[in-house]
């Protein structure tokens, strides 16, 4: 069943995910915006809304997105937006922006090259600024104390951490990534996300335009996006409520999903994750590695919508994609998209 | 697409640096006077939209994390936004759409600033210390505009010190200067020729909030006898930083969003449709220079208004009723205050500087090199053309 209101992701692109780029952030757009659109038969002057997720702080620049509009090409000028947030809500602003059944195409981004900098000088600067940040607790401290309280409620425990890195990485054995030390305690090295370049694309397309241009469009049928308080010592870190009124509220429940792209930084994240999302080994979770894998901050989330949507692509009936924001998975994301016959 | 309305409106007392709160209490004290104007609790919001300028103004990064327990985001969805000097348009812009796609029923726009716990020169100079800053950007396209236009220098004075003088009509505003004058401006410092100190924008610390909601609880409002203002059209354009022939005087991208919410409201004279406006001027010749890219003036003529006096309250198109940009700058939250000024005219809540039975009233922001635009066009009811 289809309406001509109906919003689906019809095309996507991402960078090569590397530790380290020299191109630009304008460049590495340039690129995958033209790589997103090109395969659907689409040009610059096709694109009706534009929405760009990106971070100041991890470009270590002020205003940094405002170069972009040149990879997007806005001129004659475009309907445009910027948030600073990962690209799956660049994709939530768009989604709602189409629903307006005004405009049919719209190209959303997200972008980040986090080798500029130190993640562990940065990210402490997203905390509470008064009582927070002039400690400098870094990701991984507050990562750390939420893997000890998802490992202290039996969600996990070291093993299964490791096994879900080895999974993720395809690379080492359990027993040899267990004999390693600890970074913060519980979390070793391969429980921690890699530092990666890198930039998605996305492009969304209204009703008849969805399915002039591809196939079998991956409809969105579910989006939704919560946060939580800021504060984690506030906060029951073995649980993700946020998660799990968000996945309500897309509809997790009215039907089964077969794949889910989950936005876990961490081992234990992924854990936690499916356990509040209720997923058995039924669901297949993070195929494509996820940011255990590649992290490319600002456009990991967007990564993940897209892995769930090629899963449409390729004949599959309902995945489920997740991303995350803020210190001990905070705010949550959820959107779950849907193949038709 | 779903109507919408604005029916709660809060901003706080702005001034160069509120030492009496946090970032938290400074969102808050908006959030609180919105709410209580719309008669709403947090529990009546479905969703925040959070605007601000670059978040290296005040070394907060994605300060909207932090912020969640202030605004009242808790377990809600909390999104956002930042598009440069244009956002706090942008935050309306994008609340609006939130409603206006049927997705939710009520949301609360919020934007702030808090400079005084940070750097903006800093920042606008990416961290280098090599900036311009605003002045230096603009300076060039004001020479422009007075080149191709004619316009004589007491033009950006007049503007000065219209505006300063609305702001002592408005308690919310920041800069009170008792006894501005022509002579004043004219006699302080030139800090990037022509634009003189007092035809500057001060830096403010300030938030900004309102309460937007779908047709049924606009109707419910005008019910109970608070006057909704009818969001008529709402729009947002880019174009990029520089090129050859881009006209940073009469952007293509202002007239283009002008155009769209234009024709969405269904104004075809702006001229004579529109009651007032409040347009983004922080420093004083963005106003001849936005009447013409607003179509509220001919090309070259928009100095003449405001020579004429028809620019102040009481004239045929008044502008900046509530000071302005000039007298109040919080950066992220500028362009939301002027959204929210259009929004509290037409609902006939302006106080003492109140455009007598303005219905109608168009509200802009721009950002960065001049290339960011949001705008939208309120009104007191849904046909206000018949």
Redesign the interface.
Known sequence: MSTSDDIAVVGWAQTPMVRHTDKSEVQLLMSVITDAIEPLGLTRADIDFTCLGSCDYITGQAFSFVGNLDAIGAWPPKRDSHVEMDGAWALYEAWLRLQEGDIDIAVVTGSGRSSTGNPALIYPMEMDPYFLAPIGADPVTFAALQARAVIASGIADERSMAETAVRARGKGTVDELLADDYVRQPLRRHDLPPITDGAAAMVLARGDRARELVDRPAYITGFDHRTECHNPSFRALDDSPSTRIAAEAAGLGSAPVEVAELQAAFTHEELLLRSVLGFGDDVTVNASGGALKENPIMATGLVRIGHAADHIFGGGNRALAHSTSGPCLQQNLVCIMEGRS | ?IPAAVVGVGQTHHKSKRRDV??GGLVREAVFRALDDAHMTMADIDAVVLGKA????????????????ALG????????????GSVGG?TG??AA??V????HKTVLAVAFEKQS?GNAQF??G??KGASLGAGGSFAPFIRSYIHRSGAPEHIGWKVAVKDRQNALKNPYAHLRLEDISIEKVKASPMMWEPIRFLESCPSSDGACAVVITDEDGGKAAAADGRPPAWILGA???????A?PRRDPVR???CL??ADDVYRQAGITRPREQIDMAELYVPFSWHEPMWLEAHHLADEGEGWKLTDAGETEIGGSMPINCSGGVLSTNPIGASGLLRFAEAALQVRGAAGERQVEGARTALAQAYG??S??FSMWVVASSLQPFG
């Open positions: 697409m946090s970032f670059p978040d290296l103004f005040e070394g907060v990064m994605k300060p909207e994390l932090y912020l969640s327990d985001a808790v377990g809600k969805p909390m999104f956002r936004v930042h598009t440069a942008t812009v994008v759409s939130h206006q796609a049927g997705k716990e920042a606008l990416s961290g729009s947002s354009r880019s174009e990029p930083p090129f952007p293509q991208a283009t969003c960065a090199n290339q960011y």
